[in-house]
């Protein structure tokens, strides 16, 4: 029997494409610019809405014509609060799938959820999980704030918002509204953190597990003089009612400059929630916070082993890049690692359940091995990753059984909240 979708006025089927079907740009809310989001019921979609169309970016720069995740067709818009969910397309009438909700990175100013290298098709082909991706506000208009006027946090909101829209309409879609795991990478792996003590997100069970990758955890703390710098600069060179586009660039820009003078660490995500603001508690209160929500979410907590050769310039010479590898490796653990363990080991002492991965991909004196994004390359395997530097020196059908094994770790964490020690070395991966 067909999966349908029920609206006020029709009904709406999925698009399938090959082993999936899809229902992309579904709106779970509306603001006004610098609002609070509004929720956006599933049962008022339009129409003629067309299922086959993926979500709006969020006001970006994009870079160099094209950034590589966001589809060319996908245009930017500030209605971009909508999600895409993808479905098995074999699910049967009564089936209640587990549910992974995925939360793109990009230091919160660039990315898009129905970016072209999110395609999930072979995690739902390997095990049968229903995916969510969630678009949300960027940059100045989603993480910068302070002020009534300017509230901050709106993005966090909208991420809730999305999650609240998930409880309450993904059974249509054949999920498990009790089965949701939130799992994001970067930036994304930080907005999930900070979901996890966020008001109402315990209250109302939004998040049963967490997949937390390569997150520089550390990075909201004492940012509160930089983000009052910064939005007074926005205040300055920008009125309230700019076309979005120059909100778009202004923040690429800003976070390109790196404000030094408020401490280099600080600076390279210059954008992100802000504590003390709703829905978050104080900084003084952070630790008591995720105390009170650890018996509430199992969590996988990781990185990879070499974060930071990402960010180094391609056009050095190898030979000075293997002459910063001290600094890389010193970085990948001061920034991921250590904050990684200092999460889990808190989660634990609170009487949670938490378990810490250590990635290693590629060959080991390959420029970019285990470096930053890599396990999305595994996670996502698709053609959108292809001739990535991030896997060089491998052939195909070790990267092949690589992904698949983390896929299934993912998966089945996803699914049960057991982790498949067992398939550690095929994953390349170190529990602890």
Not at 38 to 58: G, I, T
Not at 297 to 314: C, D, P, W
Not at 349 to 365: D, I, S
Not at 398 to 405: I, W
Request: charged residues 25%; proline residues 6%.
């Amino acid at each position: 029997m067909p999966l349908t979708i029920s609206t006020h006025t029709s009904s709406i089927q999925p698009h399938r494409r090959g082993r999936v079907l899809e229902v992309l740009g579904i709106p779970y809310a509306t603001s006004d610019r610098f609002g609070y989001p509004q929720p956006v019921a599933l049962e008022d979609l339009p129409a003629d809405f067309d299922p086959s169309q993926p979500a709006p970016a969020a006001p970006q720069l994009i870079r160099g014509g094209g950034q590589p995740d966001i589809r060319q067709s996908v245009l930017m818009s500030e209605d971009c609060q909508n999600l895409s969910v993808i479905i098995p397309a074999d699910i049967q009438e009564d089936e209640k799938l587990p549910v992974m909700v995925y939360f793109h990175g990009g230091s919160y100013v660039v990315g898009s959820g129905d970016g072209a290298r999110y395609n999930p098709d072979k995690l739902l082909a390997e095990h049968r999980v229903i995916l969510v991706r969630v678009t949300y506000r960027l940059g100045i208009l989603g993480f910068l704030g302070g002020t009534e006027e300017r509230p901050a946090n709106l993005g966090l909101l909208d991420v809730r918002e999305a999650l609240r829209w998930v409880k309450k309409y993904i059974s249509q879609f054949g999920g498990d509204p009790n089965n949701i795991t939130a799992f994001g990478q970067s930036a994304g792996g930080d907005l999930i953190s900070r979901l996890m003590i966020s008001e109402g997100v315990i209250e109302e069970e939004l998040i049963h597990k967490a997949i937390i990758q390569s997150a520089p955890l550390d990075l909201i703390h004492g940012k509160e003089k930089m983000a009052e710098f910064m939005l007074n600069e926005v205040i300055e060179k920008l009125p309230v009612d700019a076309p979005y586009e120059q909100y778009g660039e202004l923040a690429y820009k800003m976070q390109m400059q790196n404000p030094i003078k408020f401490g280099f660490e600080r600076s390279t995500m210059a954008f992100g929630t802000q504590l003390g603001h709703y829905p978050l508690p104080a900084a003084k209160d952070i630790d008591a916070s995720y105390a009170k929500v650890a018996q509430h979410i199992k969590v996988l907590i990781g990185s990879n082993k070499r974060e930071t050769a990402y960010f180094i310039s391609h056009k050095l010479p190898y030979r000075v890049v293997r002459m910063m590898e001290p600094i890389t490796r010193y970085f990948s653990q001061k920034m991921y690692a250590k904050t990684a363990d200092h999460f889990a080991e808190r989660h634990r002492k609170a009487g949670g359940e938490a378990t810490r991965y250590l990635l290693q991909t590629g060959f080991p004196t390959h420029r970019m091995a285990s470096a930053h994004c890599t396990e999305l390359g595994l996670l996502f395997d698709n053609p959108s990753w292809k001739g990535s530097d991030l896997f060089g020196g491998l052939y195909a059908h070790e990267r092949e059984e690589q992904a698949r094994a983390v896929r299934d770790i993912w998966a089945t964490f996803a699914k049960t909240g057991d982790i498949r020690r067992e398939l550690a070395n095929k994953a390349r991966i170190e529990f602890s």
